[in-house]
């Protein structure tokens, strides 16, 4: 079996498909431009393949070279993902890792992310913490876990800072839109409502650390009215409940309404939403912590 010398020719091979041209590739990877075309040449007779044309603007990567060129990239990935796990397992990066969890684990890729966490980090142990969004931020400020999921506003910075004053470091993850759902038979009265007059129907309300609480209290109080709290629920599952019993209207994310109203018929409103988004936060103060780094880390590869 034919093996090549290095993994250097790839490199300058990838380098120069990428940069167009040798100069700019022995900028880029620090060598000389004989160097890097002594690498390309070497590759080209080891594939007894032509790999680049010369043209007017520089080099041109040939139909073979292009084929090739996948194949290389994956081996660079590939050395590099080995590199990391070389480094992470010298480390040996361990300890407890307190992480607080929200609404439903599919939504925030809860099984990946504890998945690649323990490969990639094995002397990682991690505990759970389920709550509402609010919660998650009082216990990364009470230090009850390390970091947490957290559900606010598109300004995500701006919605921490109206609760507290310490540095929170957040990473925003998805973007989202609440939607308004409503019992089965009240397409007519919420399908092309308003905010005016959805104001005025009945609402299933939430404790004050949910994000559905803190995003309507936002409305309400832009239309100056209080909001008609029927019942007050903490959790998900019972807030969909009591929206397919009749109880009265609630947010709720948009791909779930759509789920909602073609499974059980519940009307949507399609004239409004809230936008959101979905983050993770931890103290300021920690996010150089070996663990937490590790986490952060993880979630650049499940997101």
Known sequence: MTRFS????LLAFVTVAREGSVSRAASVLNLTQPAI?????RLGEETEITLFKRTSTGLQITPDGQSLLTK???????MDEFHRSARKRAGRIGGKLRIGTIVDPEFIR???????????YPDIETELTHGVSGDMLAGVLRNQIDAGFYLSGPDVAGDIAAVTSEAIHA???ADFN???IAPVGWEDRVANADWASLLKLPWIGTT????????LKRIFDEFECTQNSVALVDQEASMLEMVRSGVGLSLCRDSIALHEKQTFGLSVCNSVSIPACLSLITAERKR??????????VLETTW
Do not use: C
């Not at 290095?6 to 020719?9: A, D, T, V």
């Not at 809860?110 to 990639?120: E, F, H, I, K």
């Open 6 to 9: 290095n993994i250097n020719m």
């Open 37 to 41: 075309s002594h690498q390309i040449k």
């Open 72 to 78: 290389a990239e994956q081996v660079l990935d590939a």
């Open 110 to 120: 809860l099984g990946r992310m504890l998945s690649q966490l323990r490969t990639d």
């Open 171 to 173: 990473i925003k993850l």
């Open 178 to 180: 609440y939607r308004v």
């Open 208 to 215: 004050q650390a949910s994000v559905h609480s803190r995003l």
């Open 288 to 297: 150089e912590t070996p663990t937490i780094s590790a986490l952060f880390e």
